[in-house]
């Protein structure tokens, strides 16, 4: 008699363990499968399109390198291009041959940068991030006539 007792004490820890995992995964499935904030893709587009003359481009760990020895079979993003990434919120480089700078996708999915940035880069708050210069120089925040030229 007394072992049936034991072995039904331990019947219902584990039949109450098993009812507790069934609810858990029923709860996390009927909260409608969100990732948490951090492991959300969003949609990111990056325009280099005013660069002249066109390049490459990369974001380290997204993209394919600019550094491959071979320009004609590179598939990294060229300036003459947009393109729209899936990027988690975090913090990514985007990198030139000439220019490059620091840029974080924000938990709602935005973007912020350097305000230094202001006179070469665009997109703060929104989820395009443009690039309007091949290189940065300190002269007050105005862009070379060079950059006006059109591609």
Not at 5 to 12: D, N, P
Not at 34 to 51: G, V
């Amino acid at each position: 008699m007394p072992y049936q007792r034991f072995a039904w004490r331990r019947l219902s820890i584990y039949g109450g363990l098993l009812i507790g995992v069934a609810a858990m995964s029923v709860g996390a499935t009927s909260a409608g499968n969100l990732p948490p904030a951090h492991l959300k893709e969003y949609p990111i587009t990056i325009d280099a399109t005013s660069l002249v003359p066109a390049s490459w481009w990369q974001v380290p760990g997204v993209t394919p390198s600019i550094w491959a020895s071979d320009p004609e079979s590179l598939d990294a993003p060229k300036t003459s291009e947009r393109r729209q990434l899936s990027l988690k919120p975090g913090k990514y480089k985007f990198i030139s041959f000439t220019f490059d700078f620091p840029f974080t996708v924000t938990l709602d999915g935005t973007l912020e940068f350097s305000r230094s940035l202001d006179q070469c880069v665009e997109g703060r708050g929104t989820q395009t991030l443009i690039v309007r210069c091949k290189r940065m120089y300190p002269h007050g925040g105005e862009r070379d006539s060079y950059y006006d030229q059109t591609p």
